[in-house]
């Protein structure tokens, strides 16, 4: 079993932090019952095919505008906004707006003054 901290900071579930282990905020446990046969990766899901293209160099989508190419569709769609100048996901607090989700959801943290946890130091010092 793995936790998983904001950002994609995966640690396992012992911190190595001294003392009793401190209440995480924003993190999810998730089984990860499918490994890569050519690296320590882990998955969720049976998508270790698709992973193990990344070995072996196979990558079927490419960019028209650029040299960049990507393994799965949705990188390659993500990253021909870079080139449109597309910003689907629009903060409802003010008139930002972002090429990406996981930057949307970055940005509303400052309406909130939610703040993220990423190392044990600061889950330490966050709780």
């Known amino acids: ?27 999810h446990i998730r089984e ?18 698709r992973h193990q293209c990344s070995h072996i160099g196979k990558v079927p989508y490419s960019c028209p505008y650029c ?13 021909l906004r870079t080139h449109t100048g597309e910003k689907p996901y629009a903060c409802h607090l003010c008139p930002s707006r972002f090429a990406k989700k996981g930057n ?10 939610e703040t993220i946890c990423m190392s044990p ?3 330490l010092l966050c709780s």
């Open 104 to 113: 949307l959801k970055t940005h509303i943290r400052t309406h909130t003054g």
């Open 32 to 49: 990860k019952p499918f490994y890569c046969s050519l690296c320590p990766y882990q998955m969720s899901n049976d998508s270790t095919k």
């Open 1 to 27: 079993m793995q936790v998983r901290m904001a950002r994609g900071d995966h640690r396992t579930s012992k911190l190595g932090v001294p003392g009793d282990r401190p209440r995480l905020p924003s993190i």
């Open 121 to 123: 130091l600061s889950i």
């Open 67 to 79: 040299p960049f190419r990507a393994s799965h569709s949705s990188k390659i769609q993500c990253h």
